[in-house]
Nanobody, 115 residues
Framework: QVQLVESGGGLVQPGGSLRLSCAASGSIFSINAMGWYRQAPGKERELVARMGSGGRSNYADSVKGRFTISRDNAKNTVSLQMNSLKPDDTAVYYC?????????WGQGTQVTVSS
């Protein structure tokens, strides 16, 4: 089994920054993808950013240039640096890990961007 624990959410003003972190534990294989998804009220869950174990990453168009994903393969952690936050970024953010054709989820952390 795989467990994912997120941290770092909170309330921030528009234009501010937050950093989300996620630690994975359990049966982690060396080849996987870790990333972040988000779900706003009344909307479907969407990909924010994802990075493979080889370092290749992809981002949603809405966050390109503002968010940066990074990971530490040795520690099985993934982080999301979020800058220039907008009210539209308000959502529950979920950490995700994909390996061996299975997707695992964290419990989610709330990010609220409001003045």
């Amino acid at each position: 089994q795989v467990q994912l624990v997120e941290s770092g959410g909170g309330l921030v003003q528009p234009g501010g920054s937050l950093r989300l972190s996620c630690a994975a534990s359990g049966s982690i294989f060396s080849i996987n993808a870790m990333g972040w998804y988000r779900q706003a009220p009344g909307k479907e869950r969407e990909l924010v950013a994802r990075m493979g174990s080889g370092g290749r990453s992809n981002y949603a168009d809405s966050v390109k240039g503002r968010f940066t994903i990074s990971r530490d393969n040795a520690k099985n952690t993934v982080s999301l640096q979020m800058n220039s936050l907008k009210p539209d970024d308000t959502a529950v953010y979920y950490c995700s890990l994909n390996q061996l054709a299975r997707q695992y989820w964290g419990q989610g952390t709330q990010v609220t961007v409001s003045s």
